[in-house]
């Protein structure tokens, strides 16, 4: 059981649709981050949480749009995106303290753009 | 910026056998982190090893150890005693020390992917 849930686990959206990704953490976490797989790429950081504030910002499409209400709850606002969007994203959470303390990761939601 | 190179796309391993991971970075500063995290076909990551830099010792995790040379900025992963349940992607990763801004990220390599051959 991971402490990190991520929904749905698949999503197919067409070029005009608008959905969301939704991560939950349950490790008490204070940081939060977004990271996109693609084939054959290394993992993409696109945004960082800490206690709510977004520290980070890899110069992400603004058709990725985060949010975060709270510690334990991160989400990806997705709209008019493009078909090399398609990719899993992956979410992660992590203690603040401690730049040694690893990232827990959730079991990440498959993106397709049609 | 920092790199991370894993010039090993795949790699296959017999059971019981024992496998080493190849991972190179590049860096200027001193005080960093290293991790190695296995990412099975259920597609969560998961934490294989850690290695702080200032460290000398090379850590180890049961069957999982690294072999850490700072001087030549390597990081190999061995797995002894491969078992099926190992056969995953594997990622190598950095983080860097420095408490400035871009201190959370970590930077992945590619990924090696092992099987392992009953």
């Known amino acids: 059981e991971t402490g990190v849930t991520q929904t749905p686990r698949h999503l197919v959206m067409g070029m005009t649709n608008k959905k969301s990704l939704k991560c939950e953490q349950h490790?008490?976490?204070?940081?939060m981050y977004w990271y996109k797989q693609s084939a054959k790429k290394p993992l993409e950081l696109m945004f960082v949480?800490?206690?709510?504030?977004?520290?980070e910002n890899n110069s992400v499409p603004s058709r990725f749009s985060p949010e975060c209400p709270n510690s334990s709850h991160l989400f990806l606002h997705l709209h008019t995106l493009q078909p090399e969007d398609s990719a899993l994203y992956l979410c992660?959470?992590?203690?603040?303290?401690?730049?040694?303390?690893?990232?827990?990761f959730g079991n990440g939601t498959r993106l397709t753009v049609t | 910026a920092q790199t991370v190179t894993q010039s090993q796309p795949e790699m296959s391993v017999q059971e019981a056998e024992t496998v080493t991971l190849s991972c190179t970075y590049d860096?200027?500063?001193?005080?960093?982190?290293l991790f190695w995290y296995k990412q099975p076909p259920s597609r969560q990551m998961i934490l294989v090893i850690r290695?702080?830099?200032?460290?000398?010792q090379n850590a180890t995790e049961n069957r999982f150890s690294v072999n850490f040379q700072k001087a030549a900025k390597s990081f190999s992963l061995k797995i002894s005693d491969s078992q099926l349940g190992d056969a995953a992607m594997y990622f190598c990763?950095?983080?860097?020390?420095?408490?400035?801004?871009?201190?959370?990220?970590?930077?992945f390599g590619k990924g090696t992917k092992l099987s392992v051959i009953p």
């Open positions: 992660a959470s992590s203690s603040e303290t401690g730049f040694s303390s690893p990232l827990h």
């Open positions: 490790l008490g976490h204070n940081a």
């Open positions: 949480y800490n206690f709510k504030e977004q520290t």
């Open positions: 860096t200027s500063e001193s005080d960093y982190y």
């Open positions: 290695q702080e830099a200032y460290k000398q």
């Open positions: 990763a950095y983080r860097s020390g420095d408490s400035g801004a871009g201190s959370y990220q970590l930077t």
